[in-house]
């Protein structure tokens, strides 16, 4: 068939039989090498594996008969060595396991007697149920009795957990937190109880926060607190806090907390209730600085008041409040008798931690109303806004004194320094205002009514009934009355530096209502009723003013006898009692009284406020003398006094500025005023008005009225200024006030002094002959010219009394000067004779006799004044040559120019005597003018 025999020869391969249990080989590998060379598929414990399919699977597709008599040759193998390692197993644990086989047969015992026990009972049972059926219903019946009552009492209680929130509601509103609290605690103890029950279970999360709701509530009633304080309610908080195991302390520092909160959200609030721009804020957020200060710089100027004063209201009722909690605590502790230590310790701790914070409140408090204004522009205030603010402030600085005993140094600091500027700016307009009145005043009395006070002025309403009560009682403060809290004796009389009427027993007197700030911050406006009528401003001049003088004063002698009687009635007719003031003096009072309101509110700088108000007076009194003394003609040494001249020559130095165009110099110039200049509708050179003496009685008058009104309050002054400057105000008024009244004579001189023609007089002296043997009768005709000149001014000193009212003391001023000019004339006259004999100087004594004579009839006044000098320098022609050289070293009231007139004519026949004296008094007047 074409196939090799080679096909069909087979290799010798030993017959293994398919059900030989053992093989034997000789080359066998150990048995430990045949169990590992097991693969691990037939280890597996998965129940769908199918060995037979396994090895079936690893046949290749052509079959190898030798290779499968091979693999069956291992199987068998390790099939015969994994039976004999089990076989090796099963006979190494063969003990284990009998032991295991008695415990099963044991509990198979135990069984069979439990079955048997249990057909026992059940017989039994059976037998029981037949004969006691009746009974154990009963029984079943008690039990389900008993389950169903507490089941129902479960469900009650489970009820009245649920509807805990509604009653403890009910509770906290009726501020019964103590019962509210007792109640939720014992609730929770109920809760704990039934905590098997799962709605309970869930309920008692509930009641944990119900408690923690009730701690915040209570939280926010202690915070109601800082705006009104009760008693009650705190106590009852006291107990609520008490019983959830807070101590009094830890309530302190919550309160502290709540104060300081509030009285910032307060301010903030009334602030920003001032704002019209509701993006401010938003800004101010955004720019990170403090919104605060940023709300306090945009408060405008026309709410600017309304929003302080708001703000210290509400500050008020917040440190009223605590300072009724610390008097609660003062009184609790007064009334506690109980004998728990710790308790006591408690309080008094919680006492001194009251009282130590009460610095610390009015601290905030002081600083949101100095930053309020701090941050405000008060330089354009108006004087009655401005002091409103500083009655404001100063209030509330009381009430910080009143409160913990403080200064309030954050609020005076503040206030002082928007004063400084403020002041500043306002007494510089004032100057400059002052410097208008005079340039524009006419010098025409401001027709008052004669029971005329500066206390009747508005500017004078806040602080009268305190200066009244300062002049009657000099030795109480007029800045500091009644701050005792026990004074209420003195409080219905007493006013404060603001102008209200009691001072003190701030949180007594407001206590249930009202703040200190409701009333008497805006000063009312009363109708001033100080302008006389026409009826009462024609008591200014007698009917018969303008009547002609008597024939007696126009003839050239008077007659004595006749004239005697009528000069009484002369000075009566001029008596008066009205004021004499002008519009300007009348305004510079006003301002007195509104830098006095300044210096009683303001009493760090009491001191610079009264000397500004000091320079108004210094400036009337400067332009008093600047109108009305520099057209003087004669010589003034005599005329005024060492306390007028320093007085003007400091006025000109410290007050007056001069036009300087240079910026520099006008620094120099900062807090002076230009000199004023007289109204040219003030005409000061008309002989028939006595050169303006009407003006001139005016202005010197009103400046003395306004200096009488400085003495009437200067002692009030005093007391407003510190110690340390107490000094200078008194050199003040020892100085320029005294000198107010000297101001008479140069003023007035430089009316007399035009009103009589000197010169004329001089030239008919000097054409008398004094040398005459025999003493003549009559005087000389020059005696005549003096006493026609007197008669004549005082016809125009009549005219002028029908314009003003000339007091008994202007009448003396006047008649004085015109003794002191015309008792110059004669010594004048006298030394120019150049030959006189003894018949020369009886009539010198005649002529000057003569006028004496009629001057004192016409003047009324005795003695006449300055008479002594011409009698002196008269008398001096008759001493002897010694005598006559002391005479002169004694007598320096003399000019030289009189002296070497005295000399020549005394000494005409003795020509050596007259060159040692003249040397003598060229001597004097080297020494003189050398010092």
Known sequence: MGFNDANYHFSQVTNLSINSKT????????DQDILESIQAAYFSKDEDFDICRFELKKLPEVLDCDQIQRDFKNLKQQHQVVSKKVLQLILENQTGCNVEFEKVTEILNEVRATLELCRISR??????GSQFSACLGILANYRKRKIAQNLLNNLIMIKNLHSFDTRCQILMNDENYVAAITELKRCQKIATKYRHFSCVAALTYKLQETLENTDAQLDRVLAQTCFHFDGDRYRKLQAAYNLLEKSSLSMIDNLHVHYITAIYNSSFNVVQSYISSPDILESSENSGKNPYKILCQSINQNVFIGCLVHLCKILFKIVLSYRQLVKWHNNSENESQTGNDNFNIENTMSKQKLEHNLVKIWDDVQRKVSSLLL??????????????????????ILVGEEFCSSKSEDLQESIRKQSVNYFKNYHAQRLDELKIF??????????????FDILQLQEFKSFRYSLKNFKFNPQVSPTMINYSTNSTECCSSNHSQDGSSIVGNYFVRYADHGTPFDSRL??????????????????????DSEEEEPEELRRDYVDEENDSSRRPDKKEKHHYKCPILTNTTLSILRQIGKYIQMSRLLQPIAYQIISCMNQLFDYYLYSVHLFFAKDLSISSNSLYSQELNITLKKISDNLISEMVSDEEDSNSQAGKVLKPSLTPMVDLGKPETLHGLAERI????SLIFLSKQYEFLQDYLEHLVPQTNKIMLQQFFSQNITCAADMRYPVYMAVVAKAFDLRQILILMSKINWEVRDVRSMHNSYIDVILKEVQNFTQYLEKVSGRVPISPEVYKNLWENIAH??????????????????????????DFAQFLMKFEKISSLRPVPHKEYVENYVKAYYLPDIELEKWLREHKEYSSEHLFGLVSCACQNNKKIRQRLLQVIEDLEKNQFGR
């Open 23 to 30: 093989v034997t080989d000789v080359d066998r590998p150990a």
């Open 123 to 128: 017989r039994e049972l059976k037998v029981a």
């Open 375 to 396: 941050n405000a522009d008060l330089a354009s205030y108006k004087f009655d806004q401005f002091v409103q603010i500083l009655r404001v402030v100063q209030r509330l």
């Open 438 to 451: 005079l340039e524009n005043e006419m010098w025409e009395i401001c027709p008052v009514k004669p029971s």
């Open 522 to 543: 805006d000063e009312t406006i009363i109708e001033e009723d100080i302008l006389a009528s026409e009826n009462e401003g024609s008591g200014y001049f007698s009917e």
């Open 698 to 701: 005016v202005a010197v008058e």
């Open 821 to 846: 000019i015309v008792t110059h004339t004669f010594v004048q006259g006298f030394s120019g004779a150049k030959k006189c004999t003894n018949g020369g100087r009886a009539l010198m004594q005649l």
